[in-house]
Nanobody, 124 residues
Framework: QLHLVESGGGSVQPGGSLRLSCTVS????????MGWFRKGPGKDREFLAS????????YYADSVKGRFTISRDNDKKMVYLQLNSLKPEDTAVYYC?????????????????WGQGTQVTVSS
């Protein structure tokens, strides 16, 4: 069973940056894509980005494309999300997730494992 732990959240001003990290432990052999989601106050869980097992193929939601960057380091068993040009509407709990399917998916129910989340707050 996988265990995912996010870190790197915090409070920043609009236009600021953060780098979120996700540490993956346990049986990682069958894990394919890794993804990042978020859930803002009063909002549903929202897909942000995903990366293939190789780390080469990446997919971003329109809301964050050009501002956020996903990456992974399989040797370190880490996944990252670089957040740039942050806006107040980016305020949310950010979650790391892992899926056993190979194809690109934005559907939360196709991700099998989840971290506990890390809070990102963007305000003046």
């Amino acid at each position: 069973q996988l265990h995912l732990v996010e870190s790197g959240g915090g409070s920043v001003q609009p236009g600021g940056s953060l780098r979120l990290s996700c540490t993956v432990s346990g049986d990682t052999f069958d894990v394919q894509r890794m993804g990042w989601f978020r859930k803002g106050p009063g909002k549903d869980r929202e897909f942000l980005a995903s990366v293939s097992q190789s780390g080469i193929a990446k997919y971003y939601a329109d809301s964050v494309k050009g501002r956020f960057t996903i990456s992974r380091d399989n040797d370190k068993k880490m996944v990252y999300l670089q957040l740039n040009s942050l806006k107040p509407e980016d305020t949310a709990v950010y979650y790391c997730a892992a899926t056993l399917v190979v194809h690109t998916t934005t559907r939360s129910n196709e991700y099998n494992y989840w971290g506990q989340g890390t809070q990102v707050t963007v305000s003046s």
